[in-house]
């Protein structure tokens, strides 16, 4: 009898073709997005014209629309739209490009008037823009849209990407424009670029720093909003073209030295086979004793020496970085370049190393992420004083990972956390602190010899004698 009521396509064919139509109805009633995706249905069942005109009908409603689309509402209109742009992709686009090229950029336009009047601070709608970004520059060269018409269209849209809704626009319609749009486009913005402009007054201008010359303000760095949405334009066209140099020509001198800005230019001239300069390029940053030099920077260094034959230089550098963080990519990176059985003796030393690293934290994130557990229990037991409980947001997956066959460190953690929310009184925090302890409770049965760790009765009987006062604790404790 279970089986007939599951839920699924087969039981439901048996109620019939009549039935199902009837259920359907009787569902959809109150619910204008069911019968909107009712009458969809319906409109494909008859051709990809009517399609169209049901999603152009449906887009108009939307563009229109003054409601507010709050939080409780964002969910319902990701999938209206998620309906309507998938209906343009799946059911026009194979059939009619052009015409689904028109829809889906009257999809586009949509953005807009939604986010005035949304609260999208999920960033689920957005989502839908920047994948009809991508759907659009796979219809624009399905339907072999004319260059001009289309490099015209993409700098409208992206000199109005008022919520970042085009952000990836040119990039995913580089195939359809071809060198030919992308010339076409690069020219429409360097004349945007040569048109005056109202310079904002020094007083109404962000200090981002300070020189020997005074402060040195944002505007002349980056420039205001229409030169850096020229500038990421002009370098999203020069990664197109593979064309390095025009993209180092709009990264501001200034900018040169931060290591992000470094390593993007070495990078792009190492895969151009200049790997001299590229690590003429990561030199600009001054990254000697700092310990905030982003792994990004440092990946590219390590790339460019290596390119240039330098592999000891290369891999001295990886192992170098991966004792100043621990990042295991590092360490991953340097173990792949070393002959067998010597990454086994490399992984042997980078556990001793991390063992005694001063961040005990920091060695913790290191071992669950290699993964290493056993490593990761032997840290936990011999420094336990040093666990602060209030890295919640790193203690939680530790003892989760732990608890399958750590049990002992598993505790150790979730006593961490437990004894800082009592410590500190952090109220918030009791239910999940009753949740640890009866985890606690739950992992004591596995536990053979709990050594110089207190078993978890003496420890009940501690945080008791200690913190009995705290009733609203003692009250979420079954």
């Not at 039981?11 to 995706?37: C, D, F, P, Y």
């Not at 073209?241 to 931060?258: F, N």
């Not at 990946?299 to 290596?306: D, I, K, P």
Request: glycine share 4%; proline share 3%; charged share 30%.
């Amino acid at each position: 009898m279970a089986a007939k009521t599951t839920l699924n396509a087969k039981n439901l064919e048996a109620l019939g073709v009549q039935r199902l139509a009837e259920l359907l109805m009787e569902i959809s009633t109150g619910s204008a997005a069911h019968k909107r995706r009712l009458r969809m249905e319906l409109a494909g069942n008859h051709s990809s014209a009517e399609v169209a005109r049901e999603v152009r009908k449906r887009l108009s409603s939307i563009a229109r629309a003054r409601t507010f689309v709050d939080w409780r509402k964002v969910k319902a209109t990701r999938t209206d739209l998620e309906t309507q742009r998938k209906s343009i992709v799946e059911t026009v686009a194979p059939n009619d490009p052009a015409g689904a090229f028109e829809l889906i950029w009257q999809f586009l336009a949509v953005a807009d008037p939604l986010f005035q009047r949304s609260d999208d601070g999920s960033g689920s709608l957005i989502q839908s823009f920047h994948q009809a970004c991508t759907d659009a520059g796979a219809i624009a060269k399905a339907a072999n849209i004319d260059a001009d018409v289309l490099a015209e269209k993409i700098f409208k849209a992206v000199q109005s990407n008022a919520y970042g809704q085009f952000d990836r626009l040119i990039t995913a319609m580089v195939a359809a424009l071809a060198n030919e749009g992308l010339e076409r486009l690069k020219a429409l913005f360097v004349g945007w670029s040569n048109e005056p402009k109202e310079k904002p007054a020094k007083k109404d201008q962000k200090v981002i720093g300070w020189s020997s010359a005074g402060p040195i303000y944002e505007d002349e760095v980056y420039g205001n909003h229409q030169d850096l949405t020229i500038r990421i334009a002009l370098q999203e066209i020069a990664d197109a073209q593979g064309d390095v140099d025009a993209y180092i020509a709009q990264q501001p001198e200034r900018t040169h030295g931060a290591p992000m800005v470094a390593a993007d230019i070495a990078n792009r001239l190492v895969s151009a086979g200049r790997a001299e300069e590229a690590l003429k390029a990561l030199e600009k940053v001054d990254a000697k004793g700092r310990a905030d030099v982003p792994f990004e920077w440092q990946l590219a260094r390590a790339e460019a020496l290596e390119a240039l034959g330098r592999n000891d230089e290369a891999q001295a550098f990886r192992w170098e970085c991966f004792e100043q963080s621990l990042n295991d990519d590092h360490l991953r990176a340097y173990a792949r370049r070393l002959p067998d059985f010597d990454d086994l003796e490399a992984e042997e030393r980078a556990f001793a190393y991390a063992q005694a690293f001063p961040d005990v934290h920091r060695a913790l994130y290191f071992f669950l992420r290699w993964p290493s557990l056993a490593e990761a229990s032997k840290l936990v037991t011999k420094r336990a004083a040093e666990l602060d409980g209030d890295l919640y947001e790193l203690m939680t997956p530790a003892a989760e990972a732990l608890s399958t066959k750590q049990p002992l460190a598993a505790t150790i953690v979730l006593r961490s956390m437990i004894d800082f929310t009592l410590e500190s009184g952090r109220s918030s925090r009791y239910k999940h602190a009753a949740r640890h302890l009866a985890e606690c409770r739950s992992l004591a049965s596995q536990i053979e010899d709990f050594g110089s760790v207190r078993p978890h009765e003496v420890y009940m009987v501690d945080i008791k004698r200690d913190y009995g006062r705290k009733s609203g604790f003692w009250s979420l404790v079954s």
